[in-house]
């Protein structure tokens, strides 16, 4: 058995039990099993197409026929926010899998270095974070042309320097314990010290940074397709849904509520698990039952 | 610094002969010098000022034997021992390991260095990866120097670390918060242990253990130094320990050696004042004696190694500074065979305290 599986085995255990016990953190959960699931899965278990035109029932409030109600074509609006919630799951997924990679790994390099390189990846990143973040976002979809690829890199440029201070704030505390310091002394490279003394001790910060962008970078994305610089009609986003709905908003509410709440519970449902994770994810705080079981 | 070379050559010259010295019977190969620093300076820049934290000091440690080094804390005691790993840059002076000169050595090299010189750390919690198990810590000296093949053989190792340092081998998947201090360390010494080094730099082990764990831990260390015919540099402010552990002992104030010798020589006749006013503060078992016991209060806090006095570093706590002290740097210079100090007035100071 290899050295890392030993301590994983341990934390994935402790996670899942801990989580089991924590009615938010299983609420966000499922919700977010509900989420991939419909994600995945959405244009097989939609009750009807997306693009299916009616204009025998156009703007009809939620029926049993149509939970969600109809829009200004006919179109099933449950059917459009769970074919929608895969766009949503992938720009987040994708994008902050970018900020993560590129951000983790600047700041990495940065707090673990220090010096010239620090000062010339972290000012590269001050000038990122300078830019509000829907400005730069809306720029550089501005350069490539929008779609879902660009609103992604788009997003994912934008997250980046979030990731990159926090790894760094990280690592600049972790690089002086004494524990560094200790593999250093037994041969460690600087490599193996990053990998597995320095980032799993930073690891509670970024899952919880993780989660946080996550919600922000599918709001963001919202955002895009809000200004119409994301996903390109007739495909559906929840915020271009949010733009389509806002001339009906007195006649026609559920246009933009249904889209709208699938973006509030989506968020909701990925900090909670987030800061139930960062709980869990120390293994310095014992429950209970642990710590009754280590004194045995 | 020629002055104090030559002194520090005569230093050396004069130690070898040891083995036909019945004082040191522990030594099966006395010649074989496994590390050693000569003339080492380490200076640090800090907004205050250059800390000389260590400032013209040169040790030798031969195989087998227990260099003991005491100081209060800002000597530079625990500087010296990292410079050993290479794990602090020398301003000046040669590192030695094995007769290799490591002072210049790059990154790369020193991490095979680090095999042949482990450390165990003062704190044993804080030296421990809270992230890692027992287990993985230990393994890490085995997998950065490829010493084991495979995953069955790497545990099989484990747990014959763990044992040797009387640990039961499952504890190899608990983490360091699961374990007590005394545990801890002896997880800290199993690590060490692990690259079977020439020498083991012991950094205060016990100072942050209880009273009761501290005997355990020497004592192990003791039975693993008698097994294994470890090597070891021991740092500590506890003279006492030092005492009980050491074959040689150098005792270090403001970044300078300020006297050497054994234990004995060092316990029954200090030469140096200031090693006096450190054994002055030693209680004593026996009743009597320690009603006897005169203690040498030294006045003032140890001085700021930003701006060490001139002359000799003790003279502005020296109880019997005289003014030639504030002339000449005094150097390290035998008063008996094997017994150094560097006083202008060795002995004679002590005597003088001590009559008063």
């Not at chain 2, 790059?106 to 890692?132: G, K, N």
Request: charged share 20%; aromatic share 6%.
């Amino acid at each position: 058995m290899s050295e890392q599986q030993i301590s994983r085995e341990g934390q994935v255990r402790r996670a899942l039990s801990a989580l089991r016990r924590d009615p938010l953190a299983l609420t966000g959960t499922l919700v977010l099993a509900v989420l991939v699931v419909v994600g995945v899965g959405g244009s097989w278990l939609a009750p009807s197409g997306i693009n299916e035109v009616d204009v025998d029932v156009m703007l009809q409030p939620p029926s049993w026929a149509h939970p969600f109600g109809t829009d200004e074509l006919g179109r099933d609006v449950l059917s459009r926010v769970m074919v929608a919630a895969r766009v949503s799951l992938q720009v987040g997924l994708v994008s902050v899998g970018i900020a993560l990679v590129v951000g983790v790994t600047l700041g990495l390099f940065a707090g673990y270095y220090r010096g010239w390189l620090d000062n010339v990846l972290m000012r590269c990143m001050d000038v990122l974070f300078a830019f509000p973040v829907l400005l730069l976002a809306v720029a550089i979809v501005a350069v490539l042309g929008p779609g879902l690829t660009t609103a992604m890199v788009a997003i994912g440029v934008v997250y980046t320097p979030i990731f990159a201070r926090v790894t760094r704030a990280g690592v600049l505390s972790v690089r002086e314990q004494v524990f560094v310091r200790a593999a250093v002394s037994v041969g460690a490279s600087d490599l193996r010290i990053m990998r597995r003394h320095v980032l799993p001790n930073i690891a509670a910060p970024l899952i919880v940074q993780t989660s946080l962008s996550l919600a922000f970078a599918i709001l963001s994305e919202a955002a895009l397709s809000f200004l119409g610089l994301g996903v390109q009609p007739p495909d559906p986003a929840w915020g271009r849904m949010l733009f389509d709905g806002r001339g009906f908003v007195t006649e026609a509410w559920w246009l933009g509520f249904f889209p709208g709440a699938a973006i509030f519970v989506t968020v909701l449902a990925f900090n909670l698990v987030g800061d139930a994770l960062r709980d869990v994810l120390d293994p310095r705080q014992l429950t209970v039952s642990e710590a009754r079981r280590s004194t045995a | 610094m020629s002055e104090r070379q030559r002194a520090d050559h005569q230093l050396n010259a004069a130690v070898p002969a040891d083995g036909a010295h019945a004082a040191v019977p522990k030594q099966r190969d006395p010649g074989e010098v496994v590390a050693e620093l000569d003339d080492l300076a380490v200076w640090f820049p800090t907004p205050a000022g250059v800390v000389r934290a260590v400032d013209g000091v040169s040790l030798r440690v031969r195989r087998g034997e227990t260099l003991g080094l005491v100081g209060e804390s800002g000597s530079g005691k625990s500087t010296a021992g990292l410079a050993l790993l290479r794990l602090v840059d020398p301003t000046s002076g040669t590192v030695r390991v094995a007769g290799e000169d490591v002072t210049r050595w790059s990154r790369r090299r020193l991490r095979a260095l680090r095999r042949r010189v482990a450390m165990v750390f003062q704190d044993p919690q804080a030296s421990l990866d809270p992230r890692l198990t027992i287990g993985a810590s230990i393994a890490e000296p085995l997998i950065v120097h490829r010493l084991t093949d495979g995953g069955a053989a790497r545990r099989r190792r484990v747990d014959e670390l763990l044992d040797m340092v009387g640990l039961r081998g499952e504890l190899a998947d608990r983490h360091p918060h699961e374990l007590s201090g005394g545990q801890r360390q002896r997880v800290g010494i199993a690590r060490a242990l692990a690259g079977e080094p020439d020498l083991i730099v012991l950094d205060e082990p016990i100072a942050s253990l209880d009273l009761s764990v501290q005997a355990q831990i020497m004592n192990l260390l003791r039975r693993l130094q008698r097994d294994l015919g470890l090597t070891y540099l021991f740092i500590a402010h506890d003279l006492a320990a030092v005492e009980h552990m050491s074959d040689r002992m150098a005792v270090m104030y403001l970044g300078r050696i300020v006297e050497t010798g054994t234990p004995a020589q060092i316990w029954r006749d200090p030469a140096h004042p200031y090693t006096a006013a450190l054994l002055s503060a030693v209680p004593v078992a026996d009743p009597q004696a320690e009603r006897d016991r005169r203690r040498i209060i030294l006045s003032g806090d140890i001085p700021s190694p930003v701006d060490p006095p001139g002359g000799c570093r003790f003279r502005t706590r020296c109880p019997q500074a005289r003014p030639e002290c504030a002339e000449t740097d005094p150097v390290l210079a035998e008063v008996d065979p094997d017994h150094r100090a560097a006083c202008l007035f060795a002995g004679e100071a002590v005597r003088a305290m001590r009559s008063r």
